[in-house]
């Protein structure tokens, strides 16, 4: 029986069977455990949405960036995304999450924590002398608050918001938008440029390490105990994440663990 | 299964649910066949397969080279191991072959004595089947990437065809000319299906990343433009106009019951789509490779209880559950990229085309098959008897010794 028998129960309520699969899912995770905290395979995407952000090393940008989450990293911890995606929206309407687009890649989005963005705004524009405070706050209450997309029009700003031509070149200024079109913006992080930087080099460089290997394939636990250079900040695991969220790796589960293939 | 059979006998279960999951168990184990192939004719890259609609016995393949061949998938040897043997070609020698690519080859719904072809050679030819021998040629104006004969039309013969002249054409059988055009494509237009519920209702997806549905009734336009960001128009930039992908759309296919439209473009998406409204259903079925300026086939299983779509992935061919979008298997056994596919719906059965020139069916494991094949690594060590159990053949029962112990 080399067939995986993860598949729909296409007869319904199966018992389930101590076949090998079974006892190496009992045995896996408390081998592990003694190491390290581990994801469990299926969670949702609250769950997923807190583990990647207790991943994001905070004290590595010394507090000058709130923990970014990729929502491709989602999809690694799940193999239902159309779930997840639900889930998650559901998330994003209640205002817990913001979805942010960074960087030119197409269906590339970045989430944050409202709170922690809002907080993040706040520390990062009072250092700002030349934006003025109330700019910043009318922001925050009204495109964070109350509206829910990723760029904004000029329409939206000046007739639905009520902005100044003045205040978006303020907003501008502070890094809060980001120029997507003529008389269109992105919503942006401020200070995202650092944090875009470390997370292109890492992903260029966990790329390479894989590329190098034999048959360009190598066990999680192993690509995990290796170092990134210096420049790539956030950590092997948030790089894992991304990988194989975005599908430039495939996961094949070997008896030893996970195993990460290039997808050519 | 057994708990399955129960049910039924106690009347918990409707007749078609233990139809149901014994054909999803089949089309879940689905793997590279160790004993079923398909002759080797093509010399060229398979552009398209189709199986005939009637008895689903014959398969009809057209390559790069213009050649057309039909193999017959019927076992009436009795013997597992088979390899589907040619029927006839069209051979790229003949007078009557397409001079370029064949792009797409389909079976006429109705009867297998016929059958349509269309090539980059910018003709579209209705075959007859025995005499292999074209009886009606239509000359198009451009390369034809794709046609389609609706499957279900009782009240009309049309042939939509799609083209790189932006438009999709019709053409009636009847007059052997056409019949009307569809304008709304800005970009050639790489595929076209017909709606398995409505004979009237036809999909076409093209390179301008837009994906159209038509009423062909209607003189004015499509019945709707397939938009991926279902109106949101924030998300698509303030000039955009309605797109199906971020690339050029080239897999289209309704599902068995017409209610739902699989979508396949080159932004390494799959999509499914309401077809009543055009709702896009936001599956995210996963980046898939595709990087053909062609028509690429995909096909969707029916009457199983997840659904499957089945997307050519570069040399593999992934099956991914309709509805929910998680990935069930992968089959590996292509060397080269996969261009077309066709599912078996009453065996279970899938035949895929690419451009490493074979045709490889993909039969499903079962119990038995394996009993076959360890009996034939048995008799291989029996050398000197295996000729008589293949002798016996049809009657042979797999379970039971029925090799003689003279050599003991």
């Given at each position: 029986m080399n067939r995986k028998r993860t598949l729909p129960d296409v007869y319904r309520h199966r018992k389930k069977i101590c076949g090998g699969r079974g006892v190496s899912d009992v045995q896996g995770p408390n081998e592990e455990n003694e190491t390290e905290v581990r994801p469990e395979p299926a969670r949702d995407a609250q769950a997923s949405l807190q583990y990647l952000h207790n991943l994001f090393p905070i004290d590595k940008f010394e507090g000058r960036l709130p923990p970014i989450i990729l929502r491709h990293q989602l999809y690694s911890l799940s193999p239902n995304r159309t779930e997840l995606d639900q889930q998650l929206n559901d998330i994003i309407k209640k205002g817990e999450v913001r979805l942010f687009k960074l960087g030119t890649i197409p269906d590339e989005f970045a989430l944050v924590f409202t709170e922690e963005y809002r907080e993040h705004v706040r520390k990062f524009t009072s250092?700002?002398?030349?934006?003025p405070k109330t700019t910043i706050d009318k922001f925050l209450d009204l495109a964070i608050g109350s509206c829910l997309d990723v760029s904004l029009t000029r329409d939206d700003m000046i007739n639905e918001l009520g902005f100044q031509e003045n205040e978006i070149k303020d907003l501008f200024k502070a890094g809060l938008l980001a120029v997507r079109d003529v008389g269109s913006w992105w919503l942006s992080v401020p200070g995202a440029g650092t944090f875009m930087k470390s997370h292109l080099r890492g992903r260029k460089a966990i790329l390479l390490m894989i590329r190098k290997c034999k048959y360009k394939e190598i066990l999680q636990k192993e690509l995990e105990a290796r170092k990134l250079p210096k420049a790539a900040k956030l950590g092997i695991s948030y790089h894992i994440h991304d990988v194989i969220g975005a599908d430039l790796v495939s996961c094949i589960d070997t008896t030893s663990g996970k195993l990460l293939r290039l997808n050519e | 299964m057994i708990r399955c059979l129960e049910e039924r006998s106690s009347g918990l279960l409707l007749p078609t649910g233990v139809q149901q999951a014994v054909s999803t168990d089949r089309a879940l184990a689905m793997q590279l066949s160790k004993q079923r192939d398909v002759e080797k004719v093509h010399t060229t890259p398979i552009n398209s397969l189709d199986l005939d609609p009637v008895e689903m016995r014959y398969l009809i393949s057209g390559a790069s080279n213009g050649t057309i061949a039909i193999h017959d998938l019927h076992n009436v040897t009795g013997q597992p191991q088979y390899t589907c043997p040619l029927l006839c070609t069209v051979d790229r020698c003949s007078q009557h072959a397409h001079k370029y690519s064949v792009e797409t080859v389909q079976w006429y719904p109705a009867d297998s004595g016929m059958f349509v072809s269309s090539s980059f050679d910018k003709t579209l030819k209705v075959w007859d089947t025995n005499t292999l021998v074209p009886v009606e040629t239509v000359a198009c104006r451009e390369r034809v990437y794709c046609h389609r004969l609706s499957k279900i039309a009782t009240k009309h013969c049309l042939i939509a065809v799609a083209s790189s002249l932006s438009q999709v054409n019709l053409v009636d059988l009847k007059s052997g000319s056409y019949s009307h055009i569809l304008k709304g494509h800005k970009g050639a237009v790489y595929v076209v299906d017909w709606s398995p519920q409505n004979e009237y209702v036809l999909a076409s997806g093209s390179s301008d990343n837009k994906a159209l549905m038509w009423d062909v009734r209607m003189a004015k336009n499509c019945i709707f433009t397939l938009d991926q960001h279902n109106g949101d128009a924030t998300r698509c930039g303030p000039h955009a106009v309605q797109t199906a992908h971020n690339g050029a759309v080239n897999g289209l296919r309704f599902t068995a019951d017409g209610l739902y439209l699989v979508s396949f473009g080159t932004d390494c998406r799959v999509r499914l789509w309401r077809?009543?409204?055009?709702?896009?259903?936001?599956?995210n079925y996963g980046a898939i490779n595709n990087v053909h300026e062609k028509c690429l086939s995909i096909d969707v299983s029916s009457s199983l209880n997840p659904e499957i779509v089945f997307v050519p992935h570069d040399s593999n061919i992934d099956m991914l559950c309709l509805h929910t979008g998680t990935k069930l298997q992968r089959l590996v056994g292509h060397y080269n990229d996969c261009n077309t596919l066709v599912y078996h719906?009453?065996?279970?059965e899938l035949y895929s085309g690419g451009n490493d020139r074979n045709i490889i069916a993909w039969l499903p494991k079962t119990a038995s098959s394996d009993d076959y094949q360890e009996h034939l690594k048995e008799t291989k060590l029996k050398k000197g008897t295996s000729r008589e159990t293949k002798k016996k053949g049809a009657n042979v029962n797999l379970m039971q010794d029925t090799w003689s112990s003279d050599e003991d």
């Open positions: 250092r700002l002398w030349d934006v | 077809t009543d409204n055009g709702q896009n259903m936001l599956v719906p009453f065996h279970q």
